[in-house]
């Protein structure tokens, strides 16, 4: 079992879903069947908590629902573009970019900086533009993994 | 500016660095220095003490508790949640610039245990204010050099007598039996030390400007300064210059590859490169030409009555405190040594007494009223007495680089009065240097000590006069550091 950041099965270009359980759920269950969360259902209840502190949504379209749970094996994203957008809670309108983060409640910090690294590319215009354009799954996996190469 | 910050949020995942990215980014945009503490889960490293100390604001950008708040207790803080940090960056580092100018008193050299500048200006941010604090910062690092050069010259005269300058040097010959070389020995040493005093006050008022990457470039531009005689005037456009240089090139925006090494390379070397080549260049030659000039000038004069003449060298010796005039009056006094003729020693006489002025009368202005002075100034004017008394009129430099436009001029009045009383007494001198030490070779010892103490108080009347121009009333001491804060 590879533990890269992304895969193609980790991408959704056409993320369908009217709101963001929906969408978060259909994400998860990307990462079940990868094998990077044991139990749906945890794993959801966890990113809820999450959420319900402080929505995720930020200006410019983009959504990182996000925790870390026991659930999770291995620190993983799995990336969503919605075309329509969903309510994350930014001020600005909906995100169509959707990036459910999700850490093991145990990870060593050599393990997570991946997931810092990811979080620093969401800042910046090219990493969320080239998503935005982006038009085959596995390309976008391959363009994640060498952006959050240390 | 140089800024650090915290970012901090409660999973530790995500905002945390998506925050110190946009601050990050913020930064750059507008030229700023910051260094990001990532209290998140990945790990992070930790600002360093040094980091901290320099820096002129800390921004927390936090919606948890900041681990080890308390390092940032004397620092101008201003508090945002993650979300502001990642949403509007730079009104965060905007907002840390206001802070940072609110509290001046950090920005300088970074050195919290001196409360300086404790003038009671510190409200204001006018470019004078921020002036005097760059002078008193490269001022309160040259106070050392200057006692501990001063006082070791001055000890190496009290046992070795004015010739000890005449002494061979220590390494060719030192004969541990001999208070002679033990003299000098502390003459050269002193020597020694008082060859930092231009390039350690252009060096910190470079510092105090740019921080550290303008130190270089500063003492690079001090030495220059002193290569081409240009005093310690000279080492304060040097300072000045280097801050100024190295402030600017900093401005400039580099690839994030470059940036690493702008402040330990790049910077040191253009600054030093700019500042040394301006000195050298642009100064060196003038100056060499107008001490030509002013030595044959003085050398031309005719018909002077003795007490304009006194007056002219006397001033002459004190408008530098060892600097480009001061050195071609004292020369022109020393050559006329050897003809032995009476003027010659009256000339002499008046300018050994004016220089003994400025120190003096500084000394004295600084112990009656010292709150016209700041607490570095008050420490110099124990050792400025010595000094004074032994004709080492570099003590005034701590006081006159302090504040150059009240200073100077209330020097010049004394050491004036005392050059022309001298000649008018007609006070002797045989020995070219010594202060109190040669008084034994004084002719009219007794008004010659008037002439002297007559242009110290001459002088400590000015200089407090010219303290109380053009200063705010002054107030308490330096407000204590509040923090702007915006609780989440």
């Given at each position: 079992?590879?533990?890269?950041?992304?895969?193609?099965?980790?991408?959704?270009?056409?993320?369908?879903?009217?709101?963001?359980?929906?969408?978060?759920?259909?994400?998860?269950?990307?990462?079940?069947?990868?094998?990077?969360?044991?139990?749906?259902?945890?794993?959801?209840?966890?990113?809820?908590?999450?959420?319900?502190?402080?929505?995720?949504?930020?200006?410019?379209?983009?959504?990182?629902?996000?925790?870390?749970?026991?659930?999770?094996?291995?620190?993983?994203?799995?990336?969503?573009?919605?075309?329509?957008?969903?309510?994350?809670?930014?001020?600005?309108?909906?995100?169509?970019?959707?990036?459910?983060?999700?850490?093991?409640?145990?990870?060593?910090?050599?393990?997570?900086?991946?997931?810092?690294?990811?979080?620093?590319?969401?800042?910046?215009?090219?990493?969320?533009?080239?998503?935005?354009?982006?038009?085959?799954?596995?390309?976008?996996?391959?363009?994640?993994?060498?952006?959050?190469?240390? | 500016?140089?800024?650090?910050?915290?970012?901090?949020?409660?999973?530790?995942?995500?905002?945390?660095?998506?925050?110190?990215?946009?601050?990050?980014?913020?930064?750059?945009?507008?030229?700023?220095?910051?260094?990001?503490?990532?209290?998140?889960?990945?790990?992070?490293?930790?600002?360093?003490?040094?980091?901290?100390?320099?820096?002129?604001?800390?921004?927390?950008?936090?919606?948890?508790?900041?681990?080890?708040?308390?390092?940032?207790?004397?620092?101008?803080?201003?508090?945002?949640?993650?979300?502001?940090?990642?949403?509007?960056?730079?009104?965060?580092?905007?907002?840390?610039?206001?802070?940072?100018?609110?509290?001046?008193?950090?920005?300088?050299?970074?050195?919290?245990?001196?409360?300086?500048?404790?003038?009671?200006?510190?409200?204001?941010?006018?470019?004078?204010?921020?002036?005097?604090?760059?002078?008193?910062?490269?001022?309160?690092?040259?106070?050392?050099?200057?006692?501990?050069?001063?006082?070791?010259?001055?000890?190496?005269?009290?046992?070795?007598?004015?010739?000890?300058?005449?002494a061979p040097d220590v390494t060719e010959r030192f004969d541990p039996a001999s208070l002679t070389s033990w003299a000098a020995l502390a003459n050269q040493?002193?020597?020694?030390?008082?060859?930092?005093?231009?390039?350690?006050?252009?060096?910190?008022?470079?510092?105090?400007?740019?921080?550290?990457?303008?130190?270089?470039?500063?003492?690079?531009?001090?030495?220059?300064?002193?290569?081409?005689?240009?005093?310690?005037?000279?080492?304060?456009?040097?300072?000045?210059?280097?801050?100024?240089?190295?402030?600017?090139?900093?401005?400039?925006?580099?690839?994030?590859?470059?940036?690493?090494?702008?402040?330990?390379?790049?910077?040191?070397?253009?600054?030093?490169?700019?500042?040394?080549?301006?000195?050298?260049?642009?100064?060196?030659?003038?100056?060499?030409?107008?001490?030509?000039?002013?030595?044959?000038?003085?050398?031309?004069?005719?018909?002077?009555?003795?007490?304009?003449?006194?007056?002219?060298?006397?001033?002459?010796?004190?408008?530098?405190?060892?600097?480009?005039?001061?050195?071609?009056?004292?020369?022109?006094?020393?050559?006329?040594?050897?003809?032995?003729?009476?003027?010659?020693?009256?000339?002499?006489?008046?300018?050994?007494?004016?220089?003994?002025?400025?120190?003096?009368?500084?000394?004295?202005?600084?112990?009656?009223?010292?709150?016209?002075?700041?607490?570095?100034?008050?420490?110099?004017?124990?050792?400025?007495?010595?000094?004074?008394?032994?004709?080492?009129?570099?003590?005034?430099?701590?006081?006159?680089?302090?504040?150059?436009?009240?200073?100077?001029?209330?020097?010049?009045?004394?050491?004036?009065?005392?050059?022309?009383?001298?000649?008018?007494?007609?006070?002797?001198?045989?020995?070219?240097?010594?202060?109190?030490?040669?008084?034994?070779?004084?002719?009219?010892?007794?008004?010659?000590?008037?002439?002297?103490?007559?242009?110290?108080?001459?002088?400590?009347?000015?200089?407090?006069?010219?303290?109380?121009?053009?200063?705010?009333?002054?107030?308490?001491?330096?407000?204590?550091?509040?923090?702007?804060?915006?609780?989440?």
């Open positions: 079992m590879t533990t890269e950041l992304i895969t193609s099965e980790l991408v959704d270009l056409d993320l369908v879903g009217p709101d963001r359980a929906s969408v978060v759920r259909s994400l998860a269950e990307r990462l079940v069947a990868e094998g990077r969360v044991t139990d749906i259902e945890r794993f959801l209840a966890d990113v809820d908590a999450r959420e319900q502190q402080m929505a995720t949504g930020m200006e410019g379209g983009i959504g990182i629902p996000h925790c870390r749970s026991e659930a999770v094996t291995a620190p993983t994203l799995a990336f969503g573009r919605s075309r329509p957008g969903v309510d994350f809670g930014a001020e600005d309108g909906p995100a169509h970019l959707v990036f459910l983060i999700a850490a093991p409640q145990h990870g060593d910090s050599d393990h997570l900086a991946v997931l810092a690294a990811l979080a620093r590319r969401l800042m910046r215009d090219e990493f969320t533009r080239t998503l935005l354009d982006a038009t085959d799954s596995s390309a976008v996996a391959e363009y994640v993994r060498e952006e959050v190469t240390p | 500016m140089r800024v650090v910050a915290v970012t901090a949020c409660p999973t530790g995942i995500a905002h945390t660095y998506m925050a110190a990215e946009a601050l990050e980014q913020a930064a750059k945009a507008t030229g700023d220095e910051i260094l990001v503490e990532t209290q998140g889960s990945a790990g992070s490293t930790a600002l360093s003490a040094s980091d901290v100390r320099d820096a002129d604001a800390v921004i927390l950008a936090a919606d948890v508790g900041v681990t080890d708040r308390e390092r940032f207790a004397s620092k101008p803080v201003v508090e945002g949640t993650v979300k502001q940090a990642i949403n509007d960056a730079a009104g965060l580092i905007e907002r840390a610039r206001d802070a940072a100018g609110r509290h001046p008193a950090s920005a300088g050299a970074g050195t919290p245990s001196e409360p300086e500048p404790e003038s009671g200006e510190v409200a204001g941010t006018g470019f004078g204010t921020r002036l005097r604090q760059w002078l008193m910062t490269g001022v309160s690092y040259v106070i050392p050099f200057v006692a501990a050069g001063g006082l070791l010259i001055a000890l190496s005269f009290a046992i070795g007598g004015y010739q000890i300058t005449e040493v002193g020597s020694a030390a008082f060859e930092f005093l231009v390039p350690v006050l252009a060096g910190f008022i470079a510092f105090a400007m740019a921080d550290r990457p303008a130190l270089a470039p500063g003492f690079v531009g001090g030495a220059a300064a002193v290569a081409v005689d240009a005093g310690f005037l000279g080492g304060l456009v040097a300072g000045l210059l280097a801050g100024a240089v190295v402030g600017g090139l900093r401005r400039i925006r580099v690839p994030r590859a470059v940036a690493g090494i702008m402040p330990v390379v790049v910077l040191p070397f253009l600054g030093s490169l700019i500042v040394g080549g301006l000195m050298f260049v642009l100064l060196g030659a003038p100056i060499a030409a107008a001490m030509t000039a002013l030595t044959g000038w003085l050398n031309g004069l005719t018909g002077v009555s003795a007490l304009l003449l006194g007056a002219l060298l006397g001033g002459m010796i004190a408008v530098d405190a060892g600097g480009p005039i001061n050195k071609v009056a004292y020369t022109f006094a020393v050559g006329g040594l050897t003809t032995g003729s009476d003027t010659a020693l009256q000339i002499m006489a008046a300018v050994m007494g004016a220089g003994m002025v400025p120190p003096l009368a500084l000394a004295l202005a600084a112990t009656v009223r010292g709150s016209s002075f700041s607490r570095a100034e008050r420490e110099s004017s124990r050792p400025a007495w010595l000094l004074g008394a032994s004709f080492i009129t570099e003590g005034a430099i701590p006081f006159a680089a302090a504040d150059p436009l009240r200073v100077i001029p209330s020097a010049v009045l004394g050491s004036a009065t005392t050059g022309a009383l001298s000649m008018a007494f007609g006070a002797t001198l045989r020995a070219p240097h010594g202060g109190v030490f040669v008084l034994p070779l004084v002719g009219d010892p007794l008004l010659y000590f008037l002439a002297i103490v007559a242009g110290v108080l001459v002088s400590a009347l000015a200089v407090l006069v010219a303290k109380r121009i053009g200063r705010a009333p002054r107030s308490a001491e330096s407000a204590p550091v509040e923090s702007s804060a915006v609780t989440v």
